[in-house]
């Protein structure tokens, strides 16, 4: 779901595998420290989180004109228009039009003299596709995306904190194994390298 300020804290905190960080504004903090933290949250202490964030997972159906409905709690945070891109899985990535801008400017900070930049800005840019959503909360899916991310009738609505994910029942369920069997080796790296940012 989409939270707005003031949230719950449990609701906004991320395990990582025995050490702990900071990753893109969400605090990574043990489970048995929520109450604190919450605490400190209400009254003033702890500066407040990311605004919205998209949490949580659905099942819906492409219809037969490509369209695909999106969650309903969803749908003021993306705002009225949206931008469909290819994922660095076999996804699709759904932004708010604001936060893909955003993305790839982040992307182009490195500077376009970086081959990787400009391949990362090539990749998400050229087969993506803006567009609004009707007043039944759908929106359309190019052929050619949901050929690249194999989707057709169910997919899978996956909310990404700051995106949305849509993925094929069977890729998501593979990668979402994948994902927790990974998930310590992963929280390690990430730490080791916020340790490194910091030092």
Not at 20 to 27: E, F, I, Q
Not at 31 to 50: A, D, K, N, S, T
């Amino acid at each position: 779901m989409a939270i707005d300020i003031p949230p719950k804290i449990s609701d906004n905190v991320a395990y990582g595998g025995g050490k702990w960080g900071k990753v893109a504004n969400l605090p990574l903090i043990p489970p048995h420290e929520w109450g604190i933290i919450e605490r400190l949250f209400y009254r003033g202490i702890l500066p407040p989180l990311q605004k919205t964030m998209f949490l949580g997972e659905y099942s819906h159906n492409i219809d037969e004109k490509g369209r695909l409905t999106l969650p309903a709690r969803w749908r003021e945070q993306l705002g009225l228009r949206v931008v469909v891109t290819r994922g660095m899985e076999p996804c699709l990535f759904v932004f708010p039009a604001a936060k893909f801008e955003t993305f790839l400017n982040e992307i182009n900070t490195v500077g376009m003299t970086a081959a990787d930049a400009r391949g990362l800005s090539r990749f998400f840019s050229s087969k993506a596709t803006d567009d609004e959503l009707d007043k039944q909360g759908r929106i359309s899916l190019p052929q050619n995306l949901r050929e690249f991310a194999k989707l057709n009738g169910e997919v899978m609505v996956v909310g990404a904190f700051d995106h949305i994910e849509l993925w094929s029942p069977s890729q998501y369920a593979n990668a979402d194994a994948e994902l927790v069997n990974n998930v310590p080796d992963m929280s390690e790296r990430v730490n080791q390298a916020l340790q490194k940012m910091r030092a």
